[in-house]
T-cell receptor
Framework: SQTIHQWPATLVQPVGSPLSLECTVE??????LYWYRQAAGRGLQLLFY??????ISSEVPQNLSASRPQDRQFILSSKKLLLSDSGFYLC??????????????FGSGTQLSVL | KNQVEQSPQSLIILEGKNCTLQ??????????LRWYKQDTGRGPVSLTI?????NTKSNGRYTATLDADTKQSSLHITASQLSDSASYIC????????????FGKGTHLIIQP
C-alpha cells in the first residue's frame, strides 16, 4: 500500500533563517507531488506541484522553492523565512482513478511558526 | 474569480444527530467536486469525489449531493459520532488534474456527547 511521510511535524524558526521540509512517498512510482499551505482561517493554497524528477511548477510567487531530486521525494525550501511564511504545510501525492478523478492523498503536515 | 463558499463556518451538534453542510461554488469550467475531512493538526482525507454527471455519492454515514445547475453541494452526516468532530472541506476542480483545485475554508464540526 502507498504511504506518504512528511517531517518534521512542528517547526519553530526565527525570521531570516533557512527552511527545508521533506516529503517522501512509498508504494508507488512516478507520482504527481504537491506542496500546499494552509493559513489560519483560509483554504488550502497550492504552492508547487511536480509531475516528475526535476519538474516543478510554481503556483504562487514567493520566497519559497521546491525540488524533486528523486522520483518519490519532494522538498520545500526557503533561504530566508518571513513572518508570513507561518502556516500548516501539507505534502500530497495523487492517484488517477479515471477521467476527472485524480485523488489526492495528504501527508500529516508540518506546523511552521516563524518568530 | 473561482470561489468556493462553505456554510456554516462552524457547527455544534449532539452525538447521534444528523447534520448537513453546504458548499456553493463559482468555479468554471466545472469538472469535479470533492469533500475532505480534516482532523485537527492532520492532513485532509478524501470522503467523496463527484463529477458533473453525478448527483449523489455515499461513503458510509457520509452522503454528498451535487447540483451542477445551481452550483451547490451538500454533505450529510447521519447518526453523528464523536469521531466526526473535524473540519470538512469542499473542493472544486477545473479539470481532471489535482493542480486545478479551489479549496473552501471548511466547516468546523463539533460533536458533543
Amino acid at each position: 500500500s502507498q504511504t506518504i511521510h512528511q517531517w518534521p511535524a512542528t517547526l519553530v524558526q526565527p525570521v531570516g533563517s533557512p527552511l527545508s521540509l521533506e516529503c517522501t512517498v512509498e508504494g508507488t512510482s512516478n507520482p504527481n507531488l504537491y506542496w500546499y499551505r494552509q493559513a489560519a482561517g483560509r483554504g488550502l493554497q497550492l504552492l508547487f506541484y511536480s509531475v516528475g524528477i526535476g519538474q516543478i511548477s510554481s503556483e504562487v510567487p514567493q520566497n519559497l522553492s521546491a525540488s524533486r531530486p528523486q522520483d518519490r521525494q519532494f522538498i520545500l525550501s526557503s533561504k530566508k523565512l518571513l513572518l508570513s511564511d507561518s502556516g500548516f504545510y501539507l505534502c500530497a501525492w495523487s492517484s488517477i482513478l479515471g477521467p476527472g478523478r485524480e485523488k489526492l492523498f495528504f501527508g500529516s503536515g508540518t506546523q511552521l511558526s516563524v518568530l | 474569480k473561482n470561489q468556493v463558499e462553505q456554510s456554516p463556518q462552524s457547527l455544534i451538534i449532539l452525538e447521534g444527530k444528523n447534520c448537513t453542510l453546504q458548499c456553493n461554488y463559482t468555479v468554471s469550467p466545472f469538472s469535479n467536486l470533492r469533500w475532505y475531512k480534516q482532523d485537527t493538526g492532520r492532513g485532509p482525507v478524501s470522503l467523496t469525489i463527484m463529477t458533473f454527471s453525478e448527483n449523489t455519492k455515499s461513503n458510509g454515514r457520509y452522503t454528498a449531493t451535487l447540483d451542477a445547475d445551481t452550483k451547490q453541494s451538500s454533505l450529510h452526516i447521519t447518526a453523528s459520532q464523536l469521531s466526526d468532530s473535524a473540519s470538512y472541506i469542499c473542493v472544486v476542480g477545473l479539470g481532471g488534474g489535482a493542480d486545478g483545485l479551489t479549496f473552501g475554508k471548511g466547516t468546523h464540526l463539533i460533536i458533543q456527547p
